[in-house]
């Protein structure tokens, strides 16, 4: 066939006339074979080999038209078309090729079902007559999408303090891609990433890339992700690593205001494990666990009130299957509560016991002036208080606008200067809610079997607009002064 595409240049003295005029006549210029440079496709698919003859020449006859391919230097015909005789495609390409619209002008054939071995180099061409053989050659590129996949190490990843020897971790693995993909890592991991190509003869590569990692507590649940890029083909698959390693302890429940007497204090053990802990251990610094407390999986539990006795290091140890670590904490027991409630409450019983002194004094005062005149008031204080009767103190209320007034006899045993020294005279009146009685102890009031105190009312306007009398106490003259009822009356 090739031989007849040759035998057409040879020969007639016309031929050549024509052969000169083309280099002299612009118009011959135009005879030109037309393909697509490149043309690409994946494996398996169909390509369309685009071939036009544009003749602007009508003397001039298309005596045969052939695809041909381009193997080692030398040329393999494919197919053939001629006006004549028509179509033959050749052996290997028999059931794959087609001409699409066979005419003088087009030689356009369909490529079935690609395969790699269709890849390169293929010539058109047209053999005229009397001018000879135009030909264009066109790039077949087959392209093969490669097979993706990460592998994950069926090694299990332990931590080990003072580990720095990188383990494989994951491998990532674009295979028979043509052209090579690209492969990369996406994690927020510090790990180590090795690539690897392999040519295949058939012109695919595989893409092999493994990450290495040294284990730790840190990388566990981290997740890392393989991304393959493929022309526009995006492939990403990932893994959350599980890293098992020792548990790391700390010892949760000492506020740093254990003190004396306090109830249900406990230490636990916090423990950050994979796998998670088996054992828990807790022992002191210097010995063994008092008899005292009690060990419920990762809590200590103490017994009792605070003693100073439990003042001291505890450990707590803590085992996994990866090994055993441990973690202490130092407790120091306080005689006072810190801050807390229990100083507030120190600060509101001296302010009681300023009350207290105040009230008293007032209520003196108050007496020595009201007593000659009014006789009734003492009584009617008195009785007002002990049945409480919210009405009848309303009234009693237009001239009394004081508050409410408890006295505090923890530190009615306190000598003068102590209280002043304490307590600096300020505001005279406190309100205390949820005092409203207060017991005596029996040695303070002999005598008496069980005596309330209860609150004095104190008209304070009157205080004020009246002038002091001679009785008033002079500073520093004790004041005993004090409601006294019988608990039982
Ligand atoms: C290939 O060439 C044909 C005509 O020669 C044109 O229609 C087609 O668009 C071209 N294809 C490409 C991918 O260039
Ligand atoms: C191309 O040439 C090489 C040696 O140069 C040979 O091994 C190969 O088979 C040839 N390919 C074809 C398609 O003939
Ligand atoms: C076609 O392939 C050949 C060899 O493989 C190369 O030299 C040439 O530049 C390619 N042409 C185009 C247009 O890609
Ligand atoms: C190319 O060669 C590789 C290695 O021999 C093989 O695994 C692969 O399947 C081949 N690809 C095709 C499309 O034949
Ligand atoms: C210890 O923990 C296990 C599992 O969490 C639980 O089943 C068991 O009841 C616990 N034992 C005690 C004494 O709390
Ligand atoms: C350990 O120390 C605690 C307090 O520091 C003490 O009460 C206890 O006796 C000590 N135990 C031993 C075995 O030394
Ligand atoms: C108690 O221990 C804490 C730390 O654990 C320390 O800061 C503090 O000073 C200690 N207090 C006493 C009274 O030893």
């Not at 690409?40 to 071939?51: A, E, M, P, R």
């Not at 036009?52 to 080692?72: C, D, E, G, H, Y």
């Not at 005279?428 to 017991?439: C, F």
């Amino acid at each position: 066939m090739a031989r007849m595409g040759h035998a057409v240049a040879s020969g007639c003295w016309w031929a050549f006339a024509l052969s000169l005029a083309t280099l002299f006549l612009p118009g011959l210029q135009a005879q030109v074979v037309q393909v697509n440079d490149t043309v690409s496709g994946f494996i398996g698919t169909d390509v369309v080999l685009h071939c036009s003859f544009s003749n602007p020449l009508p003397m001039v006859r298309i005596t045969q038209m052939t695809w041909q391919k381009a193997t080692n230097g030398s040329k393999q015909n494919v197919a053939i078309y001629n006006p004549n005789m028509g179509v033959s495609v050749l052996a290997p390409y028999r059931e794959r090729v087609t001409f699409l619209r066979p005419s003088f002008t087009d030689g356009t054939i369909r490529l079935s079902h690609l395969e790699l071995e269709d890849e390169g180099v293929y010539i058109c061409e047209f053999a005229t007559f009397p001018t000879g053989n135009r030909e264009s050659q066109l790039n077949l590129t087959v392209l093969a999408k490669p097979t993706n996949w990460m592998e994950v190490t069926k090694k299990i990843l332990t931590a080990k303090t003072g580990q720095t020897e990188k383990v494989l971790v994951a491998t990532c693995i674009s295979a028979n891609g043509k052209p090579p993909s690209t492969v990369s890592w996406d994690t927020r991991l510090k790990g180590e990433a090795e690539f690897q190509e392999i040519r295949h003869p058939n012109g695919t590569v595989t893409v092999i890339s493994r990450y290495r990692l040294v284990p730790s507590r840190e990388a566990h649940k981290q997740p890392l992700a393989c991304v393959v890029n493929y022309q526009l083909d995006r492939f990403s698959d990932s893994i959350t690593l599980n890293v098992q390693y020792e548990p790391e302890v700390t010892i949760e429940g000492f506020d740093g205001n254990w003190y004396l007497k306090r109830m249900d204090v406990k230490l636990t053990c916090q423990c950050d494990a994979n796998p998670p802990v088996t054992h828990y251990q807790w022992k002191m610094l210097n010995g063994t666990l008092p008899s005292s407390m009690d060990t419920q999986n990762k809590t200590l539990f103490f017994k009792g009130p605070v003693t100073y006795s439990l003042s001291g290091t505890y450990i707590c140890e803590a085992t996994n299957p990866i090994g055993t670590r441990s973690g202490m904490v130092e407790v120091n027991i306080t005689d006072k509560p810190l801050g807390g409630p229990g100083g507030l409450a120190v600060i509101l019983g001296s302010l009681v016991s300023l009350a207290a002194a105040v009230a008293l004094f007032m209520f003196y005062r108050q007496q020595q002036k009201n007593n000659p005149e009014m006789d009734s008031d003492q009584s009617d204080l008195s009785t007002s208080h002990k049945a409480s009767p919210v009405e009848d103190r309303r009234h009693e209320m237009n001239h009394v606008t004081s508050d409410v007034q408890v006295v505090d006899l923890d530190n009615i045993g306190l000598d003068e200067s102590e209280m002043e020294q304490k307590l600096p005279l300020q505001t005279p009146y406190y309100d205390l809610a949820g005092h409203d009685t207060l017991t005596f102890s029996q040695d303070l009031f002999s005598g008496l079997e069980e005596t309330d105190l209860h609150y004095a009312e104190l008209d304070t306007t009157t205080l004020e607009s009246s002038p002091r009398t001679k009785t008033t106490p002079a500073p520093g003259e004790l004041v005993e002064y004090a409601i006294i009822q019988s608990h039982s009356g």
